[in-house]
């Protein structure tokens, strides 16, 4: 699986938009981009993924460039409740079916 | 919303001991995983499963660990003889299919302490 590039951590004010960004230069064409997050110790969340079309869904859109070797995670409006740490993963099931987890993003939304 | 469950929430045992976590996935997934997560560490992939086989595991999956479906609901990961160092989290998750546009959906978890 290609290798995921994540700032460590990131602030942003509640009601405004998070911009997650993930750096995967080394993904092929097959490789899809997910996003997880995980709130304290809970098990991870599935946020969205995609393979070359931005996605959007009730909980985020994902903006993902042409050259597909990088990414950004948008959270339209941050809650408290989004304060977690963000997982990009990068995953070709093709010859693997697991999730590898990186350290992540750690999002911290202040009032 | 169909999530998966697990039970129990938090399980202690002395070293030496085994123990049994059970997971229920969603009911209509075909693929179940078990991850686990050391206190401060990363989230790491132990064992994948589908049609009562094992499909893929890591390094740490060894003979210490099982898994089963015992029936039609339950999915099971089976720790002899238990280590400090098995003390962790432990996830499961189930995805409906297994090609990479299959996302997979996590359970709350069963924290293992074993001391």
């Known amino acids: 699986d290609a290798k995921t590039t994540q700032p460590p951590s990131m602030d942003c004010a509640e009601g405004r938009a998070a911009n997650l960004p993930c750096n995967h230069s080394t993904i092929s064409g097959n490789e899809y981009v997910y996003w997880y997050r995980q709130i304290h110790s809970q098990g991870p969340q599935y946020i969205i993924h995609?393979?070359?079309n931005n996605e959007t869904n009730e909980m985020a859109s994902l903006i993902i460039t042409e050259d597909r070797k990088s990414s950004t995670l948008i959270l339209p409006h941050a809650t408290l409740r989004d304060t977690a740490v963000y997982y990009c993963i990068v995953r070709d099931s093709y010859n693997t079916h697991k999730l590898i987890f990186g350290t992540g993003t750690r999002i911290q939304v202040f009032p | 919303e169909p999530e998966v469950t697990q039970t129990p929430s938090h399980q202690v045992t002395q070293m030496g001991q085994e123990v049994i976590l059970r997971c229920v996935p969603i009911?209509?997934?075909?693929?179940f995983y078990w991850y686990r997560q050391i206190l401060g560490q990363k989230v790491e992939f132990l064992v994948s499963?589908?049609?009562?086989?094992?499909?893929?595991k890591s390094e740490i999956f060894d003979d210490q660990f099982s898994v089963e479906r015992p029936d039609g609901s339950n999915f099971t990961l089976k720790i002899r003889s238990t280590k400090l160092e098995d003390s962790a989290m432990y996830f499961c998750?189930?995805?409906?299919?297994?090609?990479?546009?299959?996302?997979?959906?996590f359970g709350p978890g069963t924290r293992l302490t074993v001391t």
């Open positions: 995609g393979l070359k």
């Open positions: 998750a189930s995805s409906e299919g297994d090609t990479s546009s299959y996302e997979q959906y």
């Open positions: 499963f589908y049609n009562n086989e094992i499909s893929e």
């Open positions: 009911s209509n997934h075909l693929y």
